[in-house]
């Protein structure tokens, strides 16, 4: 299975501030919805929270240290290692890793490609995503667009491979 981290990021790393966004920009939530679109997403537990909802259209897998944590319309597990057996279980050929932080360092050495959202700001955060090493990791797609009335910020597209 392909595991596939998707996140969005500020010129500085950072992805968010007291577990929110840190922007709006539309098409970096049709870009999000249309490559995860039914798939397994995973995330943890506070991720989860920010969201407060299944997202539709998508196998919901929540990690939450908590054993008596659930929520309707999700597959909770107690770590990433589970998590991910039980995206195997669904019989998908990608699985996406959604968030948080945490999640996404512990997934960073598992990962076979990054749908990465560079948004042209530097921006105060809490959490950030692990700088992306390019001996490691090589940009194989990359679309810019310029900041316009529904975009505060110019953004890119960019998908890395992990190098073979």
Request: hydrophobic content about 40%; charged content about 20%.
């Amino acid at each position: 299975m392909i595991i596939s981290l998707v996140v969005a990021v500020s010129n500085n790393n950072a992805i968010g501030k007291n577990n929110q966004l840190l922007w709006h920009l539309p098409n970096d939530l049709k870009f999000f919805k249309n490559t995860t679109w039914g798939m397994p997403v995973i995330m943890g537990r506070k991720t989860f929270e920010a969201v407060n909802k299944p997202l539709p259209g998508r196998i919901n897998i929540v990690i939450s240290r908590q054993s008596s944590w659930h929520a309707d319309g999700v597959i909770v597990a107690t770590n990433l290692s589970d998590a991910l057996k039980k995206a195997v279980d669904t019989n998908c050929k990608k699985t996406f890793i959604i968030g948080g932080g945490e999640i996404y360092s512990q997934a960073m050495n598992m990962a076979h490609e990054i749908y990465l959202t560079r948004v042209d700001a530097t921006i105060e955060g809490d959490t950030f995503f692990s700088e992306l090493d390019e001996h490691k990791w090589q940009l194989t797609s990359n679309h810019n667009f310029i900041a316009d009335e529904k975009h505060v910020y110019a953004y890119s597209f960019q998908i890395w491979k992990i190098k073979p």
